[in-house]
């Protein structure tokens, strides 16, 4: 959906997000304004790239505000895993952190109902 006013859209993003602004903007796939600037690139047109870059340092970013929950979700996932990136964290080893963050949470879950209600503690206990 445009939203009125150009920016560049981080959550979407492949390199600078300009692309995926654009597709915000004008409420087109992604995918088709990426495969026109690079057909576009091919076909003899490199200023292609100096306005993609032009547009990346001149255009606002698109405020934190103006994001879904999902989209939200998706940019800081994006964000953890360059910053894991960064710091030389395998895959193997951030996929056990998050495995052991779910198991933390489901566990204070757990504790929180069966100590809040002791009915609810009783079935629970009944069921397993």
Known sequence: MSRGHFYLDK???KLAGVCAGIADFTDVDALWIRLGAVLLLLFGFPIVIAIYIAV????????????????EERLLRRMERRRAKKAGIGRGERLRGELSDIDRRVADMEAHYSSS???LAAEIESLR
């Open 11 to 13: 959550s979407n993003a």
């Open 56 to 71: 990346a340092l001149i255009a606002d970013k698109r405020p934190l505000s103006d994001y879904s929950a999902h989209e």
């Open 117 to 119: 209600n002791s009915r």
